[in-house]
């Protein structure tokens, strides 16, 4: 894969907004989404997280800078960014605000916010560089960025299935069409780099797979956004996949969730940036 070739003004962000991929990214916790980077934040700081989506790692991160941090997400979803602003009130939160903003031009005055935080969203980028830029220009002296991406190439699945290689390949041709990049973990260190970051440190995780409860909501999601989602969508109007290859892909998920000895495990890159 090249990476992103599409421009900003055209890139698609490839899950979209469906509620089974909105579900799924309302079960993430900064207690694991931010592990890496979670002894570093400390109250009074204000904190940027970009690309928030429903903002359950957002709340915790209020928590979390409690008694007299801040925090502001921002997303280009209207529809989430509703969604976050509603859990924050449920949990009765007051140091943390929600915006529909982007992050290439944010608008916040230079040097604002102690740090800067993303969970999964680079890879959703066609110039993530651009993003980051625009991340160290908010950021204080010595303010931190801290991003978490993926690599979708350092995966590992049993039993082997070809209708769930063929998943893989859906995926990976329909980020690319979209402007991302499902290989965004390993370019992350560069990516920091080229945007003018110093004292990186690079870390990575893995998420895995494979007692019952694990295997049946991994499978069975993508099962479900497989065909539903913005990713079913675009696959079959790039002409990547028709509806019934689809159609098979998502079997194939639900006979995975079944299948003896089922295990799937991926890499997860991060990097902790300081803007010198």
Known sequence: MTGPTASSSSEKYTHGHHESVVAAHAVRR????????????????????FGCGPGTITNDLAEHLLPDGWVVGIDSSEAVIEQARSAAAEKSLTNVEFEVNSIYE?????????????????QHLSEPVRALEEVRRVLKPDGICAVREVDWGASAIWPD??????????????????GGDAFAGR????WFTDAGFSDLVVTTSTWTFAEK?????????????????????????????????????????????QAEGAFFSFMQVEVVGTRA
Do not use: C
Not at 36 to 41: I, K, Y
Not at 161 to 178: H, Q
Not at 225 to 242: H, P
């Open 30 to 49: 900064a207690s694991e989404a931010a592990a890496f980077v979670l002894p570093q934040l400390k109250s009074p700081m204000r904190l940027l997280d």
């Open 106 to 122: 944010t608008g916040y005055e230079s040097a604002s916010f102690d740090a800067a935080y993303a969970h999964q969203v680079l």
């Open 161 to 178: 299935d070809e209708r769930l290689s063929r998943f893989f390949d859906v995926y990976n041709k329909v980020a690319e069409r979209n």
């Open 187 to 190: 370019r992350l260190k560069q």
């Open 213 to 257: 409860s694990g295997l049946k909501w991994w499978g069975e999601q993508w099962a479900d956004r497989i065909l539903r989602s913005d990713l079913a969508k675009r696959a079959i109007e790039y002409g990547i996949a028709s509806e019934s290859d689809l159609q098979e892909i998502s079997q194939g998920w639900l006979d995975w969730v």
